[in-house]
Structure formats: structure tokens, C-alpha cells
């Protein structure tokens, strides 16, 4: 491959290429990879970002995974609502510790590119735990999206085509032969390979004749219970396994076409004609480039992607590698306009201030209010990206990321009104005995009202342990903090918190701000005025 | 306009205070204050209202409104039939359930309509699905990925600078919202716009810079940030003094309700209001804690209705309720009931005439699952909101063929 120019690196360059490869900024970081040429730092990152150990599973993750709400024909109704309450309570406890473990391996690792690209890979092959509901599920597909994160994508799209949480969120394990659904061969073209107008209506057609009758089973070498199932029982119940595997039964394995070839196609040539269409590397190449934030005015990155990933049968490192050495990415119009997403926003405030934190439920409540909650994509399409994460309502809570992060506490305007007394009881239709049940809920208080009472209901109060557990010490993040004169302690702080180049407004203001404060106060301060300002949000 | 009540230039005149914090009065107040000052919310015709409440889970509209002289609706639910002499008898077929007496009396002033028979062709069953057809208007083989709100806004609404075009109070905004741009703002109350103390938000005032840079992310975030400084302590301040003439039960729902109430008296530039009220899916032992979700959908509804009449704010607000279906006409085995097709809708406020729109259901003419098959597609309620009360085109935003349902507006 022909080497890119490499003349204009500069310590800039380097910040800008960690920045947006990872979550913040590390001092530390910039210390490796300054001495090097921009050729060989690219190659560091991506070889790191490759050979990244795999975290350990959570633990509640079970091979095999079995059905613990599997209904037959005999199953009582209570002991089917017995099952089914408990396997939905499983699944959301699941749920919340999958979140816990993704963002604790983003805020811990030492390789964050690897977590970059499989946020980037949950974003482009979306399913969400709200229709998925299997947490199991959810999990494998972010093993597998991490496994390939740096891979081969024709390797990537056979398993996530077969992965369960895919085939239950696009309806694959729910199409026959005689009558298949559409559903996943449509977004296969349109949002995970190809993009719209590529392909045509037969083409859908005969790719989800080509898909049909795959299934999720057990185990091979699973015994199944001899026991019959009512067939009206709806997917959730009956599932034995998570498991890919082709039921020739429900196969239609007649001749197909597609893309120019003929023949009984299945699965691996569904694939392998997606794969190297020719639309698929311009449209992969198009995402990236999106996703990192490079401005491309002439497509010229996006033409070199494309080559590479043609060049190399579809692998998405000689991507990257093209993407990160190009001049586009380190031009001015790349620069310093990326909109964090709320978790790179959160992550990133995280490793930046060296916080001890537990990732609690008011994390991802946090996370979801500011429009990224982790197995939970708005759509198939993912999360769109760029300016759509800002509005004024999750602007005004990125504001607040210092009362998480800084002082522990759930922001303002994240309690639901009337909390505490949220859930209605039945009140009595007689008049008297009424106000007397009101009078008892507002606490004895004569003439209580429920609205004067309304403002009190919205101050915060935690039943059952704090939202959040965030600790912060500034003496952590700079030991010697308390003898640094203002405009020294300031130029730290903006320079370790920011990846775009400082704006003299912010710095006087912030240099004000630490005029107005002494001691222990002042570092939060500074720091607290950096987090609520629109600098903080790009990279 | 009452003496207590703050309105828009109270709103202004708070959002004003805000210069006391720049050195001088930077160019984002100056553009917040038009945006304010026109009345009634800049860049739109009129000042309505339109206030959606969602029943979630799919509340079981056959013992809402009890069809309690037909034979079938008792002999399909042996246990949780409401008693033929328990309803508030309506007419000679259906009424209330005994829960709702607050929305009883509301129909007997002729404050409120009730769409009956509500679905879509080819029912879906699943939550998430039905969810999705109904905030995005789409039908039941088609999939939109933004909601009907969200394109009026893209599409009636462009002109309208408000940064609160649309407000909903939860932790999720729903697809309902979801449009090009994000025009609604998401919250579980009001204080998310509250930042502490003067010297907080003057330090930030500082930080927005009033000139762009060059760079449009920077600007864009920019603005933005002078839009939520522009509504900061304003709303919150607005509702906390904003008085309401009507006393609201404690609960979560009803609460909410009040804020609504408060901050459409203070004139807070939002076209539409969302709030849910949860726990409708009743597959088990339902008969009691759906009477209990009943009554403070009854009471909630009612008082804020009640409200907004003694402000002399209804004729400028519409309340609509949707659910994602109601439920099966047998009860399942264990005392409650199954996912099911057509529900009915409340409307009340605004312009809607009051009474039934649209035919029963048949008991007797059920589909292959067991389920109502519905007479009126939600789409043309949806049709007649957006063509008579927010007097858009409706066919820019939702399918050309879905005709308004007639006779909705009087």
C-alpha cells in the first residue's frame, strides 16, 4: 500500500486521532504515540485494538442458555405465571448488569478503539432488549460485535444474520418457506450493507426465500423433554436453545436469484453476493467516515476505503487504517465538530477525572435520558448520530453532567412528579372518608393539599440506595491542585478535559470561576464549568 | 387573565433577567425575547394546544366502557364482568365503570367525547409493535421510523423557533416525537432547567457565545445552549408560581397533569404535551388494580379539564387519550385478559363535540383470535387533530387515502 505523507504530525494530530478513537484524551496516552510517525501511531492503535483480550463474561451468562419460561401444552397457568415472573424479573436484572459490564470494560479498558467500534457495530447492526427481551441474547451479539469489531465484515454479517437477538428482533426465526418475512432481508440491504436503492423488491423477495427456515434450537446433544406443545403458543415460550441452525422443513430450497447469481441460495450466498456487492464497501466506507466525524468533500477517503476493503475481501481494519492516516481526517473541517454521543460523553468524563464509580440504574436512567441507553436503540436504524443528540431538553441534562459526576447525585428533572406517592391507591367514593385517605397520604397535615404538596414531591428521594455512586477527588486528578496559582490550575484542567483547542472565552471564564473559589471548591468549580459548556460535547 | 397568573410576559419578563448576568445584552436574548414576545407561540398560527395522554399496555376497554346490557360481554367474562347495576349508565348499552365517576360527570356537562371501536387492519398483539404503529401512524405492514407529531413538526412547524415545541414528561422521548429534527424536549419534571444559582447561570450566559465561530457544531451547540438558558429558571419558576384553580390527587399521573396545566397558563411556547399513565397490561387478577388505574385516569383527566375551564384555558387545549389496543373479549384463566385489538379514545377540550363518534363494537362479531374488529382507524382521528384542531394538511403527514373522521370538531 502507498504510504501517506506523514509531514504534518503534530502533538495536535495526535490528540485529535485519540480523541476520536477513543473515549477522552489520556495524557498518558499522547506520550506513546508522540514520538511516532502518524503511519506507524495508526498501525499501534490498530494492532492494540485487535489483539485486545475479551472481557470474561458476566456471570449470570449460561452455557447452554435454557428456557426458563418454556410453556407446553400440560404447563399449569400458574406455574407458566410463576415462570414467566420470574424470568421477566431475571431478564431485567440482566438487562441492568449487561449495561453495568459494557461501560465498566469502556471505562476501564487500556484498548478503548476495540469499544469504540463495537458501540459502532451495536449502533449499525441494532436490536433492542425491548422487543429481543432475552438478555442472554443481547449479550452474544455484543460478544460477537466485539469479536469482529476489527474483522472481516462478510464474517461479521454471516453471524449477526444468524444471531439470535438479530432473529428474534427482525422476525428471521419466525419465516418459513411458504410465506417469508421480509423483514430482515429489507434492512440487510438498506441499513446494513448496501443503502437504499441498491437492490430491488425481488431482490428482498428472493433473499428472504433464500433465509427461510431458520431457527434458534438447543445444543446439539440438548435431551428435550417428550412433552407437547400447544402450537398457538406464542415464540418466547417455545424456544428450546439459541442456537442458529436451518430447519429444512421451513426452507424453501428452490431456485433463487440474486444480484446475478442463480441457484438454491441460502445463507453463505446471501452473504457472500452482499459482502462484495460493489455498493457495500462505498456504503460501509460512507458510515465510517460518518461515525469518526471526517469530512470527505470529494469522497476520496471514502474511494480509498472502498479499494481497501475490496483489495482484502472485506476486511475493516485496512479501513480504518486508510480512514485514520488520510489528510482528510487531521484537515480543519474534521476537526473539533464531532458530537459526542452521551456515552462517549459520560465514559469519557469518567476516565478524564479518574473517577471510582459503580455503575448504578441511575447511570442509565442518566444515559437514556440524554438518549443512549446501551441494548436499547430507538429503531432498527440505530442512533442517527450528530446533531440529533441535541435538543434542548438533553442539552439542559448534559449540562448536569457535574451533579453526576462531581457531587453523586441523579440531575434535577430526572425524578418523576409525584414520586414516592407515584403508584394511585383506591380512594373511597364517600366524600368524607375520601379527604380523610388524602388527608392520611399527605401525612396528617391539616388542609394538605395535593398541590401544595406537589412541590415538595419534586425534591429528589432515593428509595432503596443512592441513582448514583460517583466519587470524585481532585487530588486524584491533580495531586498538587492546591499549589497551582489559577491560570496554571486552569490551562491544566482545559487542556486535560479538552480535545479541541481551548476558546478564550471558556478560559476566562473559568479563570473567573476559580477566582471565586478557594480550597477544596475550587477544582470541582472549574471543572463543573467545563462539563456545562458546548465545548465539552465535541471532540 | 387573572391576577395570579404569570402568562407570557411574565415569562419574558423573567427570561429578561437573564441580561442582568451578561456585561451586555448578548444577541441570544435578544432573538430568545422575539421568539417570546410574538404571540401566541412564534411562527404558528394560533396558540392550541393539543395534550396526549397514553395508556400503556393496553388498557381493557370493555370494562371502561361496559357494554352492560349485552349477554356476551357477561357470559365472556364470568369474573370480571362489572356488574350491569354497578355501571354508570351512559344509554341503554354501555357506561362507565363505577371508578370513573369524575369522567361521568364530565360527560354530563358535555366536556367530553368518546371515540369508539379505535384499531388499525391487521392488528398487532405485540406491545412494542403496536406502540410503534400507533405514536408512528404507520400501518400494521409498514414500518416509519419517525413518529406522526414528529413530522408535523418537520413539516408544519419549521418556522416556529420554540426549543419546546413539544414537551413529554417520562424518561424516554416516544417515537410520537421522533421526527428530522428533535423538537421535543423530554423530561421527568420541570427542574431539568434549573441551574442553581445566579452566579451558576451567569457563568454559563458567559460561555454561549452570542457570534458564530465558523464552526456550525460549535454554533449549533451554541444556540442550543442559549436556548436552554433562555427556558432555564423561567419554566421552572413560571410553574412553581403559576396557580391552578382545581386540587389534584397526589399521585404521579394527576401531578403531572397540574404541571401541564401550569405551564400552559404561563403561555410556555409548546404546541404538544405527552404523558403516559402505565400498568394497563392486566394478563392477571386485574379487576381491582384496573378499577385503581381507572380512577386516577378519571380523576386525573377530570381535574385538569376542570382546571384548564376555570383558567378559561380549554378552549385553546385538546386532550386525547390512546392506548396501544384494548384487550380480548374472554378473560384468560387467571382473572385477567390477553392482548386484544380496537379501544376506545377520550377526547375532551378544544373544539371536539362532545359524545360518542363512531359505532359500538360487535360482541358478536369477533375476528379468528377472539378479538373486536374495529370500525374507526385511528389514522383518521389522528387526520381530523391534525386537519381541525392544529389546521394542517394531514395528508403531508400521514398516509394521503386516511380520510378525517367526520364530526369530530363541532
Known amino acids: ?539 | 387573565m387573572t391576577a395570579n397568573r404569570i402568562g407570557r410576559r411574565g415569562f419574558l419578563r423573567q427570561a429578561g433577567t437573564l441580561a442582568a448576568f451578561g456585561l451586555t445584552v448578548p444577541s441570544f436574548l435578544q432573538q430568545s425575547r422575539a421568539i417570546l414576545n410574538a404571540a401566541p407561540i412564534a411562527g404558528l398560527p394560533d396558540d392550541r394546544v393539543l395534550v396526549l395522554i397514553q395508556l400503556a399496555g393496553g388498557n381493557d376497554g370493555l370494562n371502561t366502557l361496559v357494554p352492560y346490557a349485552d349477554d356476551l360481554y357477561h357470559r365472556s367474562r364470568p369474573k370480571l364482568a362489572i356488574k350491569s347495576e354497578d355501571v354508570l349508565r351512559i344509554d341503554d348499552y354501555s357506561g362507565l365503570h363505577p371508578e370513573m365517576y369524575a369522567l361521568k360527570d364530565l360527560w354530563d356537562q358535555g366536556e367530553l367525547a368518546i371515540v369508539q371501536n379505535v384499531g388499525y387492519p391487521n392488528p398487532d398483539r405485540s406491545h412494542f409493535r403496536s406502540t410503534e404503529i400507533w405514536e408512528t401512524a404507520s400501518g400494521s405492514q409498514q414500518s416509519l421510523a419517525t413518529g406522526w407529531i414528529g413530522r408535523y413538526f418537520d413539516n408544519a412547524c419549521e418556522g416556529c423557533p420554540s426549543p419546546l415545541l413539544g414537551i413529554q414528561f417520562g424518561e424516554r422521548t416516544a417515537q410520537t416525537f421522533a421526527g428530522e429534527k428533535p423538537r421535543c424536549v423530554t423530561m421527568s419534571n420541570p427542574e431539568l432547567f434549573g441551574f442553581g444559582g445566579d452566579q451558576a447561570l451567569s457563568s454559563l450566559a458567559r460561555i454561549h457565545a452570542s457570534q458564530p465561530t465558523g464552526n456550525s457544531a460549535f454554533d449549533f451547540l451554541s444556540r442550543t445552549g442559549n436556548d436552554v438558558l433562555a427556558a432555564s429558571r423561567s419554566i421552572s419558576d413560571a410553574v412553581k408560581s403559576q396557580q391552578t384553580t382545581a386540587t389534584y390527587l397526589p399521585f404521579h399521573f394527576s401531578q403531572t397533569l397540574r404541571v401541564v396545566a401550569q405551564m400552559i397558563a404561563a403561555e410556555v411556547p409548546t404546541r404538544v404535551y405527552y404523558v403516559s399513565l402505565t400498568g394497563f397490561d392486566h394478563h392477571a387478577t386485574q379487576l381491582k388494580s384496573h378499577a385503581t388505574l381507572l380512577q386516577d385516569l378519571s380523576e386525573g383527566l377530570a381535574t385538569f379539564v376542570a382546571d384548564l375551564k376555570g383558567m378559561g384555558l380549554l378552549d385553546r387545549t385538546l386532550v386525547m387519550t390512546f392506548s396501544e389496543f384494548g384487550r380480548r373479549l374472554a378473560e384468560n384463566q387467571s382473572e385477567g385478559t390477553d392482548h386484544g385489538t380496537a379501544n376506545l379514545m377520550f377526547l375532551s377540550g378544544g373544539a371536539v363535540k362532545p359524545g360518542f363518534h363512531g359505532e359500538r363494537p360487535s360482541l358478536a362479531n369477533l375476528d379468528q383470535v377472539g378479538d373486536l374488529v374495529h370500525s374507526i382507524d385511528f389514522r383518521s382521528v389522528y387526520a381530523s387533530v391534525l386537519s381541525s384542531w392544529l389546521r394542517v394538511d394531514h395528508r403531508q403527514i400521514m398516509a394521503p387515502e386516511i380520510r378525517p373522521l367526520a364530526g369530530l370538531f363541532g
Open chain 1, 1 to 539: 500500500m502507498e504510504k501517506q505523507p506523514t509531514g504534518r504530525w503534530t502533538p495536535d494530530d495526535v490528540r485529535h486521532l485519540l480523541g476520536r478513537t477513543g473515549f477522552a484524551v489520556d495524557e498518558s496516552q499522547i506520550a506513546r504515540f508522540e514520538g511516532l510517525s502518524r503511519d506507524d501511531a495508526v498501525e499501534l492503535l490498530l494492532r492494540e485494538a485487535r489483539q485486545a483480550p475479551v472481557p470474561a463474561a458476566p456471570e449470570w451468562v449460561k452455557e447452554p442458555w435454557s428456557n426458563t419460561e418454556r410453556r407446553y401444552k400440560d404447563t399449569t397457568s400458574e406455574e407458566f405465571r410463576r415462570m414467566h415472573g420470574m424470568t421477566n424479573g431475571r431478564y431485567s436484572r440482566e438487562t441492568a448488569d449487561l449495561r453495568r459490564w459494557w461501560l465498566e470494560e469502556m471505562i476501564a479498558t487500556p484498548v478503548p478503539l476495540r469499544e469504540i467500534m463495537t458501540l459502532f457495530w451495536h449502533g449499525h447492526f441494532a436490536s433492542s432488549i425491548g422487543k429481543v427481551l432475552v438478555s442472554q441474547a443481547m449479550f452474544q451479539q455484543n460478544a460477537t460485535q466485539r469479536q469482529f469489531a476489527l474483522g472481516n465484515f462478510r464474517e461479521l454479517l454471516r453471524e449477526m444474520t444468524v444471531d439470535p437477538a438479530m432473529m428474534i428482533y427482525l422476525d428471521l426465526e419466525d419465516s418459513e418457506g411458504q410465506q417469508p418475512n421480509e423483514n430482515y432481508a429489507r434492512e440487510l440491504f438498506e441499513l446494513f450493507a448496501l443503502g437504499h436503492g441498491q437492490y430491488s423488491q425481488q431482490d428482498i423477495q428472493e433473499t428472504a426465500r433464500a433465509l427461510s427456515g431458520w431457527q434458534l434450537g438447543p445444543e446439539p446433544g440438548v435431551e428435550l423433554p417428550q412433552r407437547e406443545t400447544d402450537p398457538e403458543t406464542s415464540r418466547r415460550f417455545t424456544r428450546d436453545g439459541l442456537v442458529p441452525q436451518l430447519n429444512a422443513d421451513r426452507h424453501d430450497s428452490g431456485s433463487k436469484q440474486l444480484f446475478g447469481a442463480t441457484g438454491n441460495l441460502g445463507l453463505d450466498e446471501v452473504v457472500a453476493l452482499t459482502a462484495h456487492h460493489p455498493a457495500c464497501a462505498s456504503f460501509l466506507a460512507g458510515k465510517l467516515i460518518a461515525f469518526f466525524g471526517v469530512d470527505d468533500p470529494n469522497q476520496s477517503v471514502k474511494k480509498r476505503m472502498a479499494a481497501a476493503y475490496r483489495d482484502t475481501h472485506c476486511e475493516i481494519t485496512p479501513m480504518l487504517r486508510v480512514l485514520f492516516t488520510s489528510d482528510e481526517f487531521y484537515s480543519p473541517n474534521s476537526r473539533e465538530r464531532l458530537i459526542k454521543s452521551p456515552v462517549v460523553l459520560f465514559v469519557g468524563a469518567c476516565r478524564q477525572l479518574q473517577l471510582e464509580v459503580e455503575i448504578t440504574s441511575g447511570v442509565n436512567r442518566y444515559l437514556s435520558g440524554l438518549g443512549q441507553e446501551l441494548f436499547n436503540p430507538p429503531n432498527v436504524k440505530g442512533w442517527p448520530g450528530g446533531e440529533t443528540w441535541i435538543g434542548a431538553g438533553t442539552l439542559a441534562l448534559r449540562y448536569h453532567l457535574a451533579d453526576v459526576v462531581l457531587n453523586s447525585q441523579e440531575p434535577p428533572g430526572m425524578d418523576p412528579i409525584g414520586r414516592g406517592r407515584g403508584r394511585p391507591i383506591p380512594l373511597p367514593k364517600d366524600p368524607a372518608a375520601r379527604q380523610a385517605t388524602l388527608r392520611n397520604l399527605m401525612g396528617g397535615r391539616p388542609g394538605g393539599s395535593g398541590n401544595e404538596e406537589g412541590g415538595a414531591m419534586m425534591r429528589r428521594g432515593q428509595p432503596g440506595g443512592p441513582a448514583i455512586q460517583i466519587r470524585f477527588e481532585a487530588a486524584r486528578l491533580l495531586p498538587d491542585a492546591d499549589s497551582l496559582p489559577n491560570e496554571e490550575l486552569v490551562t491544566r484542567l482545559l487542556s486535560r478535559m479538552l480535545t479541541i483547542s481551548v476558546r478564550p472565552e471558556l478560559r476566562t471564564a473559568a479563570l473567573e470561576v476559580a477566582t471565586q473559589y478557594t480550597g477544596n471548591a475550587r477544582v470541582p468549580a472549574i471543572v463543573r464549568l467545563i462539563l456545562s459548556s458546548p465545548d465539552y460535547q465535541l471532540v
